[in-house]
Each structure stands twice: as structure tokens, then as C-alpha cells.
């Protein structure tokens, strides 16, 4: 029986294979003959695989059907060639190139004749592939790559979005050749509600098929950059981004219960050491400040001055749970505001607490996001007296954004580029990194989340070092709770802190106010 049983799985895995096999030469002879875009586009995928998958060093990756390794190699240089890569292949030229080509000693060609084949058996962190799922072999390939996941582990896929109108003529066409020539078939891709339910059934959690990508041919070369720029807006854009060119498909294998990562330390530069202040304002943070705190502190812990947490008048236990924390770690320091609240308010006191060298401002959602700081702490490292973490750069990764607050905040940053004379894309985030003689010249005069704009566009105009780095923005999920942040009361703050700001700047007076002058409410 065990023999029987053997058999039989032998064959699945040399079915799926073969199917494998022959998605992934589709695939590459695709690039080869119609896809002008490659490289912006290999180069964009990687840098989103990285800030999707919050990207550790040493963290492991399993490719799927890479060809000769011109995704492996972008993903590997997209964080440092620092982690572990699996670059699977089903063509033996393309294994052959790879070998003679010497890829960095972390990429490990290997070649399969069957899937899993001789992979079965390995776990990896994270597993990543591209246009490899069809109708016929979507379910089996989903369950072997979750045995080849560790538990918490995460996929990463990319297909064609069948909606798409070139995919749809495309698939008409060369259904009509391969009947006339008697070639074989590329498969079919799946729809979005399709996907998700399988990938349900095989059991991950965490599904996430999105709209992707509207940079494709027959678009024409010329419009590579406008697109670039526009194909944010469209992917959020309700309706229209069911036409993007491709899917991205991400999900989760369940993590075990109790499972906890263990987060590597992340700090590298002595410049920091001991001397960077933390800065968060928290309004009914109570689930999020200790995951929070832990994270900065396995990450950054040697960087870290202080931890300042300002407790915004929050109606849960923020601020005896940032006390308990302080009483296990002096480091962690609680500031409690009366009435009344808002952002600024809360930035202002957290800054007139500040002793450390450098300030990290950020907010109690971006727990998750503390590979992404390195890029910070590199770009302060190497000269810079700002570094702002940049939301809509196209090597960002943004899920889950409103599209009415994109309109609106590239709409801001459009204007205040043509206005201010300077080119910026996400002054207005607030995850920005600064020298402490920056903050001393940053003045706020927003009470609410409009002065995330003053921390922003105040060292610009002032002539500071600014360099925006890349970074992921994913919305709050229902276990992190929810943002009070109100586009409609808070838009026309964002544009009366810019016209103030100007009219300052062209009447040749002074940027910021005095501390003085300050409102005191």
C-alpha cells in the first residue's frame, strides 16, 4: 500500500511539473518577445516582495519556476543579498545558466523535473512566483507550497488578471494559433473570488488578491513614466483597477499557536547608539503599544534612547500599560495630556520631552513594518539630516488605502511642489527620522494631523538634507483598531498649513514661529 500510495504522488508531482514546466516557458518566452517593461517591472516586483513580506535578513525564500534567475537576482539585491534564496527552476538550460553565470552565494540554483520534487521535505519562510497558476493546476500547486511553508509562513504569487482587455484579446489570439499550429495551450488564469476560495479550502489565512500593475504592453515606451506615476491611483481607483495588467496574490500558512518570530537586531550604524528618541502619540493604543515597543526594542534596542509614548487622553488602559512597561524598561517614558486632544498637540509635547540626539516620530500601527526602518537609519547614516518614509513611491508597497485620501494627498503634494519650487512625493507621513537640531527649528502650529505636514515641508523649506525612503503602508486590520484620522475635517488643515507656510516664504519672513508664538492650546 505504502508503494501504491507512493506512486500515485509520484505521478501528481510529475503532473504538476510538467505543468510548471511548460507556464514557465510561456512565461519567459513572453519576456523575451512582448514585454518591453522587464526590468522596471522585475525591479518594482522585488522591492514590493520585500516591503509585502516586511523582509528580515536570513529570512528564507523559495522562487518557483524563476528561468535563469532574473527575478531571484532583483529580490536578492532588493535587501542586501542578505537572505537565503531557493531559485527553482524545471528547465535545464536555464539551471545551466545560472551555474555558469555564479549568482551570489546566497541564491541556490536548483533544478526540478517534478514538483515538490527534490524540494520536499525543506520549509522556507516565504515562497514567490510568477504567472505559474492556472485553472488546472491552482489547487494541487497551493497545497504542496504550503507544506513547503513554515508555519506563519507567507506566499507571494503574481498572475494575470483575466479582466485585463490585452489579456483577454491576447488569450483569444493565441488560442487561435495553437489550434491551427496544434501547439499546446498556456493555461488559464483564475478570477479573484476563484482564487480566494481556493486558497481558503487548502487553508491560508490572511488572503489578500488584488488588482496590480496597469505598466504593460502594447502601452507605448514613451508613457512608461506617467503610468508609473498613474498606476497607483488607478490600482485604488473602484471599478477601473479591475483592468489592471496582473494579480497579486498573498496569503498566509497559519502560524502555530503561541508562535512568535524572533526578530533579529537590525542596529547597525554607531553613529545611533544609545541616542535616538522614539516619539509616538497614542490615542486608545492599548493593543498596540506592547508589540510595539517589543519590536523596537529586539530591532533597534541599541539605538533607543528613549521610548517616548504620549497618551492622547485615551479612554482605555494606554497609559497603565506604557506605565507597566516603563517599570520593566526606564527607557519607556509615558506623557499624559488633559484636554483637549488632537496629533499636534500630542507631537509637541512628545518633542518638548525629547533628550536623545535623533527623533524617531512614528505612529502605534507601524509595528509591523521594522525592516523598513533600516532604510531610515541608512539614509541619516550617509548625510541626510531628514529621512521620511515615503507611502507612494512605486517601490512602495500601499494596501488598503482610501482612494478619496490619495486624490486628496496627491492632489496636496502636486500643489505643493508646484508652489514650494522642491519635488517631494509623501512630506506628510508620520514615520520620519531627524536630527535633533532639525527639530529644534521645527515649530508646530497644527493641532491635529495636519501637523504631520509642519514636520514634513518646515525642513524642506528650511534647506535641511530631506530624502524620502520607501516604505509599506497596509491599513489598520479590525484586531489593531481603527484611525481617527477624518479626511474631511482635516484636508483643509493640510492646505492652510501649506498657503501659511508660503505666503511666510514669499513675503521673506520667517518659515516657523519663535516658541513664544506658539499656540499654547
Known amino acids: ?18 505543468s510548471l514546466k511548460e507556464q514557465e516557458r510561456f512565461r519567459t518566452q513572453y519576456w523575451k518577445e512582448k514585454d518591453y517593461f522587464l526590468p522596471q517591472r ?17 529570512e528564507s525564500i523559495l522562487e518557483i519556476g524563476c528561468s535563469s534567475g532574473q527575478w531571484t537576482k532583483k529580490i536578492s539585491e532588493s535587501n542586501g543579498h542578505t537572505n537565503k534564496i531557493c531559485a527553482a527552476t524545471f528547465d535545464k538550460a536555464d539551471y545551466e545558466q545560472m551555474l555558469q553565470d555564479r549568482v551570489p552565494e546566497n541564491i541556490e540554483p536548483v533544478l526540478l523535473e517534478a514538483f515538490p520534487g527534490t524540494l520536499a521535505g525543506r520549509q522556507f519562510d516565504y515562497v514567490v512566483g510568477w504567472n505559474l497558476l492556472t485553472d488546472g493546476n491552482c489547487g494541487p500547486l497551493l497545497l504542496e507550497v504550503k507544506k513547503l511553508l513554515k508555519p506563519g509562513g507567507r506566499l507571494l504569487f503574481f498572475d494575470a488578471n483575466p479582466w485585463n482587455p490585452y489579456y483577454i484579446l491576447r488569450r483569444f489570439f493565441s488560442r487561435a494559433v495553437s489550434y491551427v499550429l496544434k501547439k499546446r495551450e498556456e493555461g488559464n488564469s483564475l478570477n479573484r473570488i476563484d482564487l480566494f476560495t481556493i486558497l481558503s479550502e ?16 502594447p502601452i507605448p515606451r514613451l508613457l512608461l513614466w506617467p503610468l508609473q506615476n498613474l498606476s497607483l491611483i488607478f490600482e485604488n481607483f473602484p471599478f477601473v483597477r479591475n483592468f489592471a495588467g496582473a494579480l497579486y496574490i498573498f496569503a498566509q500558512k497559519p502560524p502555530v499557536e503561541g508562535f512568535r518570530k524572533k526578530l533579529p537586531n537590525l542596529a547597525t550604524h554607531k553613529i545611533f547608539k544609545e541616542k535616538v528618541s522614539v516619539v509616538v502619540p497614542c490615542r486608545n493604543e492599548e493593543d498596540n503599544i506592547p508589540s510595539l515597543v517589543e519590536n523596537l526594542l529586539a530591532c533597534y534596542g541599541d539605538y533607543i534612547h528613549e521610548i517616548i509614548l504620549v497618551d492622547d487622553n485615551s479612554h482605555d488602559q494606554t497609559a497603565g500599560i506604557v506605565t507597566s512597561l516603563g517599570k ?5 517614558r509615558l506623557v499624559r495630556r488633559t484636554m483637549p486632544n488632537g496629533v499636534g498637540r500630542a507631537l509637541r509635547d512628545g518633542f518638548d520631552a525629547v533628550t536623545g540626539d535623533y527623533v524617531l516620530m512614528m505612529d502605534c500601527d507601524f509595528q509591523h513594518i521594522m525592516p523598513e526602518l533600516t532604510g531610515l537609519f541608512d539614509a541619516v547614516a550617509e548625510g541626510a539630516d531628514v529621512a521620511i518614509g515615503s507611502r507612494f513611491s512605486r517601490d512602495s508597497v500601499l494596501l488598503n488605502y482610501a482612494f478619496t485620501k490619495i486624490l486628496a494627498n496627491r492632489g496636496f503634494h502636486i500643489i505643493a511642489n508646484l508652489l514650494l519650487g522642491k519635488h517631494f512625493r509623501d512630506a506628510t507621513n508620520n514615520l520620519k527620522l531627524m536630527k535633533r537640531e532639525v527639530l529644534d527649528t521645527i515649530h508646530l502650529e497644527s493641532n491635529d494631523f495636519a501637523a504631520n505636514a509642519e514636520t514634513g515641508l518646515q525642513p524642506i523649506l528650511l534647506g535641511y538634507n530631506v530624502r524620502e525612503v520607501p516604505v509599506s503602508w497596509i491599513n489598520r486590520s479590525v484586531d489593531m483598531g481603527f484611525s481617527s484620522f477624518n479626511l474631511f475635517s482635516t484636508g483643509p488643515n493640510y492646505l492652510r498649513v501649506l498657503v501659511r507656510l508660503i505666503g511666510r516664504k514669499w513675503r521673506g519672513k520667517a518659515i516657523t514661529l519663535p516658541k513664544n508664538q506658539e499656540k499654547s492650546n
Open 328 to 332: 520593566k524598561d526606564s527607557r519607556i
Open 42 to 58: 522585475l525591479e518594482w516586483r522585488a522591492r514590493m516582495a520585500r516591503h509585502l513580506f516586511h523582509l528580515f535578513p536570513n
Open 202 to 217: 487548502v487553508g491560508y489565512t490572511g488572503i489578500k488578491i488584488l488588482p496590480y500593475d496597469f505598466v504593460y504592453p
Open 1 to 18: 500500500m505504502d508503494a501504491l500510495l507512493k506512486e500515485i504522488g509520484d505521478r501528481r508531482g510529475r503532473r504538476l511539473g510538467e
